[in-house]
């Protein structure tokens, strides 16, 4: 049984990058209590500073797409919104499994 | 003090790819042993039937480049290289936290 896997880049002005990790390690705290999530890691690339990377693993979609309705994560929405300059998602995967998870 | 991380895909014929992942899920098995690789997961995507993409968190970059040299990681190198039609470097990542892995 695969789990549900996102990989993907949200796009700053390069001197908001690190206003938006500090955003995203916050987001990532929230989801520190809830189970469903087992990965929300956020990543910088020095090939594209103007880049905040999130590789995200949730058992199933709709545990996803829950997440986003929750308070926690509207707040931080609102936060990252007058920064971002866009956002792309480069990977929507099934997680065949690995070191890092429970399957 | 961030992690070290990569975020790539293999390339394989349509009907290799189950090959693949199996391939590199007996590397992760292998990884499990290694402290200094926190995360190696394995995935695919319906978007890219002929791709496995791999997300790796490790303590630093030499202890990745020490992993490569491992008699287990060169027979599975080896094991994967006839199905193999290619590979790429995604992204290489300074993973600055969140949920998954001890900084």
Redesign the interface.
Known sequence: M?KF?L?GKLLVKEDDRDKL?SI??EA??S??NLEE????????????PNAV?V?E?WDNEDAHKASLSLESTQLLIERAKPILTGMEN????????????SL
Not at 37 to 48: G, R, V
Not at 93 to 100: D, H, N
């Open positions: 695969s896997g990989y990790v995203l390690l990532a705290e989801m520190k999530c087992q990965i929300y890691l956020i990543s910088t690339s020095d090939e594209e990377f590789y693993v480069i990977n929507t995967l099934k997680i065949s499994g690995g070191k890092g998870i």
